[in-house]
């Protein structure tokens, strides 16, 4: 059994084997490294979908302890880490097969690759962590690794800029996880993440270094998935090679909201660390979403709406829900990934898309949306088990979805629509309630049986959930007018301060002196 519980270490290695072997093949279309690295990259996802068949069957554990003194390598493998094993090595293997082309004619292809390889190789790593001092370790060279990608076009100044950005923001993030690790381990007395998550699901009162600890987590979480006002470095690395925006969310942008769902038991020990995490988060996808409808570039607005599900994704996790915010890694990862390697033909789905009625919206009609996606949320919810005994937390995040709903049955419904596109609007609309509510089922028996389940809401908790679901509420009203009032001097003045981000991402290129005039200018 110990043999088999190191198994899932063969793909984090196959893939340092084969960017060792990578790297050293250079010049235009480089065969051997273009052949090892498919090869490492399915096999590592060959491994990943066998040790999570195993879990059912066995439960999961941790593997024996490669070291001493609580300082070395341990594989933990539960339901968590498969789902992150497999979602890594797919949106990895997807990645390296589609560089294989993308990068086709590039004298550096073979060191690009290799690069590749590298990172989702340290990633592995992170999410197998059987222990606290491998999982800072993996979260340290993951970030370092992905630095390297950032700057593959070292001549090019805006990507140089975003890894000095992310660099500066990633060490905040690491200085806080260390010290959080430290402490986790004084409290605890071992660096063994099961071990602590047990003792921690048993405590009733956090000590004050677990307490400290949590809030350090938080900041670790927030630096590291690009949160307001982290998240600069973020929207300005469209200058690295398109696969890098898509192995992006292979669980390194992403990986804050890993780290809060692996040590959920100690997170929900305190309940001022969550409620940050969630007003943070929170503030971030709502910060997130205005920009990204002002954006023109179809990049940027991608790294925009990342920005935004990022936070959408730390709200859950302070809001309890755990099992959620692994639905919305796993989802919005598979999402972006494709979003970013198709961005290419933005062109042709522009000319095929729908373009919405400008007119004045119609009280009558927006109301019947409304209704239209209640009524869809109360009718499937009820089918999933939804009842007045569900969460709070759980009705929060849903509402989230209705007025997205709304949103969308607003602008089938303007007064120019066939009824043609307002049945199908209405059948679109039924089949994501349907997956929504399904999905979050499915995760719940995947997850719930290792995740604590949300405490119930208090003051502050319906507090905090009201102003979530308060904002999100005003910008979905403003998203349904602002077409009819586009040309209007206030909405295009608002417009031009949105699309800079409100020059929140100003004050960081002042401080890393991005905005200094070059040496002997003039002007």
């Known amino acids: ?35 090892v690295t498919r090869i490492a990259t399915v096999f590592a996802l060959v491994i990943a979908v066998a040790s999570a068949l195993t879990v059912p069957l066995t439960g999961g554990g941790t593997s024996p302890l490669i070291g001493a003194a609580e300082f070395g390598l341990s594989i933990r493998l539960d339901a968590l880490s498969a789902i992150m094993m497999v979602l890594v090595t797919f949106v990895g293997a997807i990645v390296v097969q ?107 009162e956090a000590p004050l270094a677990v307490t400290i600890a949590t809030f350090l987590l938080v900041i670790a979480a927030i630096t590291k998935s690009a949160q307001f006002p982290t998240h600069g470095w973020l929207t300005e690395v469209m200058e690295t090679p398109t696969p890098v925006s898509a192995l992006l969310h292979a669980g390194i942008i992403n990986a804050g909201g890993f780290l809060i769902v692996r040590l959920a038991d100690v997170m929900m020990l305190s309940s001022g660390a969550l409620h940050i995490l969630a007003l943070v988060g929170g503030f971030t996808a709502l910060f997130g979403a205005i920009v990204m409808l002002t954006q023109t570039s179809v990049k ?21 829900l755990f099992s959620l915010a692994v639905l919305h890694i796993v989802t919005h990862s598979l999402y972006k990934a494709h979003a970013f390697l198709s961005s290419g033909s933005v062109v042709e789905i522009a000319r095929a898309s729908w373009v919405p009625d400008t007119a004045k919206p119609k009280v009558g009609l927006v109301t019947l949306g409304l209704a239209m996606a209640l009524g869809l949320y109360v009718g499937v919810g009820m089918l999933f088990g939804l009842s007045t005994s569900t969460d709070l937390q759980v009705f929060a995040v849903g509402s989230i979805l209705v007025m997205g709903l709304t949103f969308l049955f607003a602008q089938a419904s303007s007064g120019r629509t066939s009824k043609y596109v307002l ?31 949300p405490v119930q809401a208090g003051v502050l908790e319906m507090a905090i959930m009201a102003l979530a679901v308060g904002s999100f509420a005003v910008v979905t009203f403003l998203q349904i007018i602002e077409p009819s009032n586009a040309k209007s001097a206030f909405w295009r003045a608002a417009r031009i301060h949105a699309a800079n981000g409100f020059y929140a991402n100003a004050y960081f290129d002042r401080f890393v002196g991005a905005l200094n005039r070059p040496a002997g200018s003039s002007n």
């Not at 049945?423 to 290792?450: D, K």
């Open 423 to 453: 049945g199908r609007t209405f059948i679109a609309g039924s089949v994501i309630s349907v997956a929504y509510f399904g999905l979050h089922a499915l995760a719940s028996v995947a997850l719930g049986h290792m995740l604590p389940a």
């Open 1 to 35: 059994m110990s043999i088999i519980s190191l198994v899932p270490l063969a793909a984090p290695l196959a893939l340092v084997g084969a960017a060792l072997v990578a790297r050293t093949d250079s010049g235009i279309r480089p065969r051997k490294a273009l052949q």
């Open 300 to 320: 940027v607005s991608l790294a925009w709406s990342t920005v935004s599900q990022m936070g959408f994704m730390l709200l859950q996790c302070g809001l309890g």
């Open 98 to 204: 589609y560089s294989r082309n993308y990068m086709d004619g590039d004298a550096q292809q073979g060191r690009f690759m290799a690069q590749l390889s590298l990172t989702v190789a340290c990633v592995l790593l992170l999410v197998l962590s059987g222990n606290l001092v491998q999982l800072i370790v993996s979260w340290v060279i993951t970030s370092l690794a992905f630095d390297r990608l950032l700057v593959f076009y070292k001549e090019r100044a805006k990507a140089r800029l975003a890894a000095k950005k992310k660099f500066i923001v990633a060490r905040f993030g690491d200085l806080g996880l260390l010290v959080a690790v430290t402490l986790l381990m004084y409290a605890f007395g071992t660096s063994d993440i099961a071990t602590i998550l047990e003792a921690a699901g048993s405590m009733s």
